[in-house]
């Protein structure tokens, strides 16, 4: 079964201070892995998408890779207006659906 | 370039109604593709639809249907309503031809409460 885990559930984070976040997949045929990030009443707002393992993209403080098994989002001196859940995605071989990982509730505190 | 756009985007209905919400994707995407999101169950995917046909359904029951026009506006209805309705629901657009670059880009939501 395509499954997607975001460790971990919630983090909290001083200005500046750099972290990781994970996700961990099993999926059948993997066409890309998709970042976003959702503010509260909000759409997910669309980061990243990877495509190989190996593969990597940086925009800003975010920098995402992605290995055969996982996903690590990394965030370098965070702000406060980081905060925000962070969601992965993976899509199947299949169109367009998209299996999301339950996110990570990230807090950067001034 | 405007966005994802979804409307109403908040509706307050009481169980057994029906509701009916839509969706206009960004221009020149063809796939659209309806999502519910609750704390419980985080975000599921509901269905696709490409060129006015549904490619892909996720495990909703049949209360849940949808279709697309010739514009690729798409709508979402929900028949005989339950309180586990209660949910945000998403709308994703993306280009949608199989091997093309498919990100998918969400409008801002239809917050769906029923009583």
């Known amino acids: 079964e395509d499954q997607v885990t975001q460790s971990p559930e919630a983090l909290r984070l001083q200005e500046g201070e750099s972290s990781s976040l994970n996700c961990s997949y099993t999926?059948?045929?993997?066409?890309?892995l998709f970042w976003y990030r959702q503010d509260p009443g909000k759409g997910p707002e669309f980061l990243f998408t990877?495509?190989?393992a190996g593969e990597e993209k940086e925009k800003e403080r975010l920098k995402a890779t992605l290995t055969k098994k996982e996903s690590f989002l990394h965030i370098t001196a965070p702000k406060p207006e980081d905060s925000a859940t962070y969601l992965c995605a993976v899509q199947p071989g299949g169109y367009n659906k998209l299996i999301f990982g339950a996110g990570t509730r990230l807090a950067v505190h001034p | 370039k405007a966005g994802v756009t979804q409307t109403p985007r908040y509706l307050i209905k009481t169980r057994g109604q029906q509701v009916t919400l839509s969706c206009s994707p960004i221009s020149g995407h063809r796939s659209v593709s309806w999502y519910q999101q609750t704390p419980g169950q985080g975000l599921q995917f509901l269905f696709e639809?490409?060129?006015?046909?549904?490619?892909n359904k996720g495990n909703f029951p049949g209360r849940f249907s949808g279709r697309q026009f010739s514009n690729s506006r798409s709508e979402m209805n929900v028949s005989t309503l339950e309180l586990g309705d209660s949910a945000l629901y998403l709308c994703a657009s993306s280009w949608g031809l199989a091997g093309s670059y498919n990100e998918q880009f969400f409008g801002p939501g239809t917050r769906l409460t029923v009583l």
């Open positions: 639809y490409f060129s006015e046909t549904q490619r």
């Open positions: 990877l495509y190989s």
């Open positions: 999926v059948s045929g993997l066409r890309g």
